[in-house]
């Protein structure tokens, strides 16, 4: 009788996707790993070891005890302590793109989910899908230094990218060109962050000044920090990528300070940022919460 043994079994997915899967099914599955992973108290014939007194005993015949929460299962989990039941993700397969030759800074995935955008510190940008499987759609080049990229919403086949030279491109990823370049701030030089409004063509840009010393930037920044630190001055702007044109120039009180990271929420309607001077700032759109005619956000809160 032949033995099989089941060293790694992986299952990642998204809970939304495919549904969330029982945990007593994931126990199960779990429990049958660990079983075939134990060692073998079997002759080279499979059959059990008999008794010293003739028989076989009932640890024999019984499955082995299910595993606790502490146990770990699966080559993923090794050293973590924890079996990961409760985790929003499961492990289905893996894969590795490998077209990048240095660090990447950002990676982003269009509305569709389809295409994944990513950028490595030397300026290339890939554009490349991976299903049904993994292929590079497009390879782009920049002279001038980028620092962010961002996935338009409408329409989703455009990227925005943000430079270190005060300006952020778009760049049609299906026809493989330019199509405009806007200048945000020459005094603002540094684009750290850009997210898109997923209910519209609206996106938010963040603008800096170059963080000297003693002053605390981007958490990029290579410039070594000094006690309390004085903030980068920046701005953050709201445009729109249909009439290229800037909307309106949020409000950074007490002072222009520059935002690290941007984010919408699912509607548009708040939007939540984190800047050098380690205030978290929430502001919602005027039209959703005050019934204004007009497109404007006012702040909310900060944290």
Request: hydrophobic share 35%.
């Amino acid at each position: 009788m032949s033995h099989i043994k089941i060293r790694h079994l992986y299952i990642w997915g998204m809970k939304g996707s495919m549904g969330w899967i029982p945990g007593s099914i994931i126990r199960k599955l779990n429990q049958a790993c660990l079983f075939f992973q134990m060692p073998e108290k079997r002759g080279e014939s499979g059959d059990p070891e008999p008794h010293p007194e003739g028989g076989t005993t009932s640890s024999d015949l019984t499955d082995p005890p299910p595993p606790s929460q502490t146990q770990v299962s699966g080559e993923g989990q090794k050293g973590t302590g924890v079996l990961g039941v409760e985790q929003p993700f499961i492990k289905l397969s893996q894969e590795e793109y490998g077209e990048h030759h240095s660090s990447i800074m950002h990676c982003r995935v269009d509305c569709s989910g389809r295409r994944v955008a990513s950028l490595d510190v030397d300026g290339v940008i890939k554009v490349w899908s991976f299903n049904p499987i993994m292929q590079t759609k497009a390879t782009i080049m920049s002279k001038s230094p980028l620092l962010s990229l961002e996935w338009a919403t409408k329409p989703d086949r455009l990227l925005l990218l943000g430079s270190g030279v005060g300006t952020v491109r778009l760049y049609d990823t299906d026809a493989k060109k330019n199509l405009y370049e806007m200048a945000i701030d020459d005094t603002h030089p540094r684009i750290l962050s850009l997210a898109c409004s997923p209910s519209g063509t609206s996106f938010v840009c963040s603008a800096a000044a170059h963080a000297g010393p003693g002053r605390s930037g981007s958490v990029t920044e290579t410039v070594p920090r000094l006690p309390n630190p004085l903030p980068v001055s920046g701005q953050l702007l709201l445009w729109d990528t249909k009439t290229v044109k800037q909307q309106l120039q949020f409000s950074l009180e007490p002072g222009p300070v520059a935002v690290n990271c941007t984010a919408f929420n699912h509607n548009g309607n708040l939007l939540v940022t984190g800047a050098a001077d380690g205030v978290i700032r929430l502001f919602g759109n005027s039209i959703y919460f005050y019934s204004h005619s007009f497109v404007d956000f006012v702040r909310l809160m900060e944290i």
